[in-house]
């Protein structure tokens, strides 16, 4: 299979497991915007531990299962897709961070024209 390499935006919103828009998930409504929108792919990591701008611990523990862990949704696509979907989140994001990088996407497969 061809190796495939290629430039790319590396879009990553940090945000709280509480997170919540319109009674939603706020992690659920991002990746769903995304796909409505038709961006490659997005992934949810929920983290064990953090902290952000309040300065207060959140880590995982068996006794507390609502500990408002730090929810990552990262999305890499092309800076063109990226833009769609930045609007949305300056809209629903109240809370978090959202970071956008430069990285190279090397991957090994067939390229499969989907747009």
Do not use: C
């Amino acid at each position: 299979m061809p190796k495939i390499a290629s430039q790319a935006k590396r879009l990553r919103i940090y945000i709280g497991e509480s997170d919540h828009w319109k009674r939603r998930a706020l992690y659920q409504v991002i990746v769903e915007k995304a796909r409505e929108l038709d961006l490659a792919g997005a992934t949810v990591f929920r983290g064990l531990m953090g902290y952000g701008a309040n300065s207060r611990i959140h880590a995982a523990s068996l006794l507390d299962l609502s500990a408002d862990l730090p929810i990552l949704v990262e999305i890499i696509d092309s800076e063109e897709y990226i833009a769609k979907l930045l609007p949305y989140l300056d809209e629903i994001v109240e809370e978090g961070m959202v970071t956008i990088d430069d990285i190279q996407v090397v991957k090994y497969g067939r390229k499969t024209p989907n747009r």
